[in-house]
T-cell receptor, first 113, second 113 residues
Framework: KAGVTQTPRYLIKTRGQQVTLSCSPI?????VSWYQQTPGQGLQFLFE???????NKGNFPGRFSGRQFSNSRSEMNVSTLELGDSALYLC????????????FGPGTRLTVT | QQQVKQSPQSLIVQKGGISIINCAYE??????FPWYQQFPGKGPALLIA?????SEKKEGRFTISFNKSAKQFSLHIMDSQPGDSATYFC????????????FGIGTKLQVIP
């Protein structure tokens, strides 16, 4: 089985711009979660989608949004980028009922200048 | 507010020694406690998981110890090797709602020869 894929792997954007990141989960996995990883902050939970519905949401501003498509692929969007949004954005997928067993993609490294 | 407190944030161990990472939680609704391992440039990968009705679980050189009454759990890496150098995250899954997983802040382990 192919693993979780994320595109693009690296991205450089300017303050004020918006960005869209993409995640393709493992085949059969209907749950997709997004995390922001920064040094010293660990894995900060952004949101989780299951069957195209957002089920859980972390404490991030409304500039961070996401969606999931009928094929379970997911996108996250960050509008009006700030310097502090520079981070590694990780996507993880899991089977229904097994959210403790998440399979992570390699991440998208976003740099905001 | 950190729901899962992890310590230490960094750890240096000599080859052959025992690496110990500790986590504590408050939410008694947590029902699964996984540990993830992350190498540089990669997403985290599930290492081992334990339920609160089990006091210890071993997988090779990795052992999780669980103390339900103290609401603490720990990861022990026996005979630590340089290849174990990575960041380790403890996590906990909420049994209620949509079974959200909360991660600790992470421990950067360096095993020196």
């Amino acid at each position: 089985k192919a693993g979780v894929t994320q595109t693009p792997r690296y991205l450089i954007k300017t303050r004020g711009q918006q960005v869209t990141l993409s995640c393709s989960p493992i085949s059969g996995h209907r749950s997709v979660s997004w995390y922001q990883q920064t040094p010293g902050q660990g894995l900060q939970f952004l949101f989780e989608y299951f069957s195209e519905t957002q089920r859980n949401k972390g404490n991030f501003p409304g500039r961070f949004s996401g969606r999931q498509f009928s094929n379970s692929r997911s996108e996250m969007n960050v509008s009006t980028l700030e310097l502090g949004d520079s981070a590694l954005y990780l996507c993880a997928s899991s089977l229904a009922g097994r959210s403790y067993e998440q399979y992570f993609g390699p991440g998208t490294r976003l740099t905001v200048t | 507010q950190q729901q899962v407190k992890q310590s230490p944030q960094s750890l240096i161990v000599q080859k052959g020694g025992i690496s110990i990472i500790n986590c504590a939680y408050e939410n008694t609704a947590f029902d699964y406690f996984p540990w993830y391992q992350q190498f540089p440039g990669k997403g985290p990968a599930l290492l081992i998981a334990i339920r609160p009705d089990v006091s210890e679980k071993k997988e090779g050189r990795f052992t999780i110890s669980f103390n339900k009454s103290a609401k603490q759990f720990s990861l022990h890496i026996m005979d630590s090797q340089p290849g174990d150098s990575a960041t380790y995250f403890c996590a906990a899954r909420d049994a209620g709602g949509y079974q959200k997983v909360t991660f600790g802040i992470g421990t950067k382990l360096q095993v020196i020869p």
